[in-house]
């Protein structure tokens, strides 16, 4: 998320600063596609130019996750991940907000 056109996008739908850097999660029992087919408030936003690149669009669903609040929950159209691979957005360090490391279950709830 070192790139100004994602930091813009995540600030518009979290409403603040993000932290810089993305929290993978692994998710049980549905992928991004079910995600997509299944929630109404599905955004998305396409490829995009910048400084002569095509930028990869992503999908992004609101959220929440206790200790943290408001959450952005995303999938980028380019991902090299499996299907329930989802990112997490926060104006926090995930990490250490929460003292997770990999492997460790969470729960958040994805406004759908």
Request: charged letters at 30%.
């Amino acid at each position: 998320m070192r790139l100004e056109p994602y930091k813009d996008i995540f600030r518009r739908y979290l409403g603040k600063d993000p932290f810089e850097g993305t929290f993978n999660i692994k998710v049980q029992n549905i992928s991004y596609k079910d995600l997509v087919n299944k929630c109404k408030n599905t955004m998305m936003i396409p490829d995009f130019h910048y400084n002569g690149r095509i930028l990869g669009g992503l999908y992004i669903w609101r959220g929440e996750m206790k200790d943290l609040g408001e959450i952005l929950v995303i999938r980028p159209f380019r991902s090299s991940h499996e299907e329930d691979v989802l990112e997490i957005v926060s104006d926090k360090f995930i990490s250490k907000s929460l003292d997770v490391k990999p492997g460790d279950l969470i729960e958040l709830y994805i406004d759908c």
